[in-house]
């Protein structure tokens, strides 16, 4: 669950500090975390628009196309919401709605990083169906996949449990 930035008063955050300094160190805070997925998205992205291109993708199978197809959408989409957020900012900056702007910026991210799981799942399959044709890739690309949900969001989500005070 994406931090929605509605922790208020400085008992909830430990820092003595008004709304709109919360809501700049949030902003500060959320924008490096974008330069990480963001770069990695739009590398994945590039690739993927590149492969239509080569004489290799003409021999795929249907399904394959499709499943490409299908991930060249979601990593527009994973695109697209991760530089949601610089778009917002810019549009509404000094309208003195930095706090509502901090949590859209949030939910894009979030939104962006489910996006961007769904691309390199969808990516992982297809090069491995096209590379090996066997009855594993399945069971691989489900391994992967739990990986990322467990670096993404299961270790994130326990620490948030684990750590925060009622």
């Not at 004489?55 to 959408?73: E, W």
Request: glycine share 8%; with cysteine; aromatic share 10%.
């Amino acid at each position: 669950m994406p931090d929605s930035g509605n922790d208020a008063g400085t008992a909830d955050t430990g820092r003595d500090e008004t709304e709109e300094e919360r809501a700049d160190r949030k902003w500060g805070e959320l924008i490096q975390e974008i330069r990480v997925a963001q770069t990695g998205v739009q590398i994945l992205f590039g690739f993927l628009l590149t492969v239509v291109f080569t004489p290799r993708y003409a021999q795929l199978r249907d399904v394959d196309q499709t499943i490409y197809i299908v991930t060249v959408v979601l990593g527009a989409a994973a695109t697209g919401a991760l530089i949601g957020p610089v778009s917002l900012h810019r549009i509404v900056s000094g309208r003195r709605v930095k706090p509502q702007a901090v949590r859209w910026a949030s939910r894009l991210t979030f939104a962006g990083l489910v996006l961007l799981l769904a691309t390199m799942t969808a990516s992982l399959l297809l090069i491995l169906r096209v590379a090996t044709h066997d009855a594993y890739v399945p069971w691989l690309v489900a391994g992967v996949v739990a990986w990322y949900l467990i670096c993404w969001f299961v270790l994130p989500l326990w620490a948030r449990y684990r750590f925060t005070t009622p």
